[in-house]
């Protein structure tokens, strides 16, 4: 992301964001990013109650009918198979409070003294974040639907760069942001223009799996 003297310009347009612990999804990040953005391009449309999400079960429905997730989806090219249970579900707890702190850090309604004293450094480290990109937060924790491709999920972060420069040409529009405690963030662009036809053909075929229940 670094650019040459006279060739930066600031970023301008939407930019998603998915806060991650470790980006052992690898590439597989930039195809849920995509998902997510294609699908947000329809936020025009309000669901209303059409679109409804299980937190128990994490199901979406759209008109009461079951929709496939975005993370399900995908599922299958993240293998986590070398990670003990115990420490997956660890990370899961933790990716949940840390999307919480955040997503009221946004609102405004963050209570910092409830905070258990290992978030405190991952909310120095978003906050930093904000101070050095001018990172602008217009939703977070958006639920999204695809009408045409019927598929739905819940993006972290939409907003916009205020002080982040990037080269000149078409920048990012998707990143995942790494918020650990004890280590400085990481902010990396995924900007493969491939990303949503390689998540269209996952989505086909999941779909093919469920229809002939496989």
Known sequence: MGSQPGEDRLMEQLAYIDIKRSFMAGAAIGLQLAAYEAAARYEHEPPGDRLTFDEATHIYYWDGQRVPNV????????????????????????????????ELEARGDLDEDSLPTWMRPVLAEWRRFIIETGFVVIASEQRVYHP????????????????????????????????????PY?????????DF????????????????QL
């Open 186 to 194: 990481r902010l990396e662009p995924y900007d493969d223009p491939n």
């Open 71 to 102: 993370t399900s989806i995908i599922g299958d090219l993240i293998d986590y198979s070398m990670v003990p249970a115990y420490t997956l579900e660890i990370a899961r707890q933790k990716g949940v409070a840390v999307h919480k702190m955040i």
């Open 197 to 212: 036809n390689v998540f269209t053909a996952c989505l086909i075929r999941h779909k093919w799996q469920e229809v002939n």
């Open 148 to 183: 045409k491709l019927g598929y739905a999920g819940t993006y972290d972060l939409k907003g916009k760069f205020t002080i982040l420069k990037l080269q000149h040409g078409r920048p990012p529009a998707r990143f995942a942001l790494k918020l650990r405690e004890n280590e």
